[in-house]
C-alpha cells in the first residue's frame, strides 16, 4: 500500500457520461498530479493542485477539471465521455512542489464503452 | 516534444542477465534524474534516482549511469530476475519555475521482461 487511494478502481461507463475519480493523498502530502496511462502511449500528465491550488496543467481536455478539497483530497471530473479516453487514470502526491519523490495511487482503470 | 527520449521501448533478457535502458535528455538545466518502475496494474514507484553532479549510484542490483557531456543516463538492473519483469520509466525534473514549482518529464517507458 502506497498510502495514495484511488476510489473506484474500475470503472465501466458508456459514451457521453460523466464520472468522478477520487483520490486520497499520502497523509501528509500536500501536492497531488492527476496522469493518463493509456495503452499506446506513456504517462501523462493532466493537472497539479497544492494545497487546493491549481498549480500546473498539462494535456488535460477542457472535458476535464479536477479539484483539491480543504481535506487534500482530489477530484478528477470527465464530462462527455469518449471511446478514446479509456484509460488508467493514476494519482500521484508528493510532501512539496520540489518533484523529488512522487508517490502514486494503484489507479482507476475507466472503460468507455 | 520529447524531452526525454528513452530506449529500448522493449527489453527481453535472460534471467541472471544485465538489462539495460537509455535515457537521453535535452534541457541542460534538469537538476534530477528518477527511474519509476511499474508493474501490471499498480502505479509507478520510485526505484532509484541520480543527480547530475554524479557519475553513478548504485542500490543494490539497479544502478544508474549518468553522462552529463553527452545528456544521457541509463539503468543498469544486474543479475535480472522474472520479479524484475515490469516496466521502467525514465524521467528528468525541471529547475523552480517562477511559481516555486518543479515538472517531472517523462520518458515514453521500456517495458522489460525477465525470461526465467
Known amino acids: 500500500d502506497s498510502g495514495v487511494t484511488q476510489t473506484p478502481k474500475h470503472l465501466i461507463t458508456a459514451t457521453g457520461q460523466r464520472v468522478t475519480l477520487r483520490c486520497s493523498p499520502r497523509?501528509?502530502?500536500?501536492?497531488v498530479y492527476w496522469y493518463q496511462q493509456s495503452l499506446d502511449q506513456g504517462l501523462q500528465f493532466l493537472i497539479q493542485?497544492?494545497?487546493?491550488?491549481?498549480?500546473a496543467k498539462g494535456n488535460i481536455l477542457e472535458r476535464f477539471s479536477a479539484q483539491q478539497f480543504p481535506d487534500l483530497h482530489s477530484e478528477l471530473n470527465l464530462s462527455s465521455l469518449e471511446l478514446g479516453d479509456s484509460a488508467l487514470y493514476f494519482c500521484?502526491?508528493?510532501?512539496?512542489?520540489?518533484?523529488?519523490?512522487?508517490?502514486f495511487g494503484s489507479g482507476t482503470r475507466l472503460t468507455v464503452v | 516534444q520529447q524531452q526525454v527520449k528513452q530506449s529500448p521501448q522493449s527489453l527481453i533478457v535472460q534471467k541472471g542477465g544485465i538489462s539495460i535502458i537509455n535515457c537521453a535528455y535535452e534541457?541542460?538545466?534538469?537538476?534530477?534524474f528518477p527511474w519509476y518502475q511499474q508493474f501490471p496494474g499498480k502505479g509507478p514507484a520510485l526505484l532509484i534516482a541520480?543527480?547530475?553532479d554524479v557519475s553513478e549510484k548504485k542500490e543494490g542490483r539497479f544502478t544508474i549511469s549518468f553522462n552529463k557531456s553527452a545528456k544521457q543516463f541509463s539503468l543498469h538492473i544486474m543479475d535480472s530476475q522474472p520479479g524484475d519483469s515490469a516496466t521502467y520509466f525514465c524521467?528528468?525534473?525541471?529547475?523552480?519555475?517562477?511559481?516555486?514549482?518543479?515538472?517531472?518529464?517523462w520518458g515514453l517507458g521500456t517495458s522489460l521482461a525477465v525470461n526465467p
Open positions: 534541457n541542460t538545466a534538469f537538476d534530477y
Open positions: 500521484a502526491s508528493s510532501v512539496d512542489l520540489q518533484g523529488y519523490g512522487y508517490t
Open positions: 497523509s501528509g502530502d500536500l501536492s
Open positions: 541520480i543527480r547530475p
Open positions: 524521467a528528468a525534473v525541471t529547475p523552480l519555475n517562477a511559481g516555486n514549482n518543479r515538472k517531472l518529464i
Open positions: 493542485y497544492y494545497n487546493g491550488e491549481e498549480r
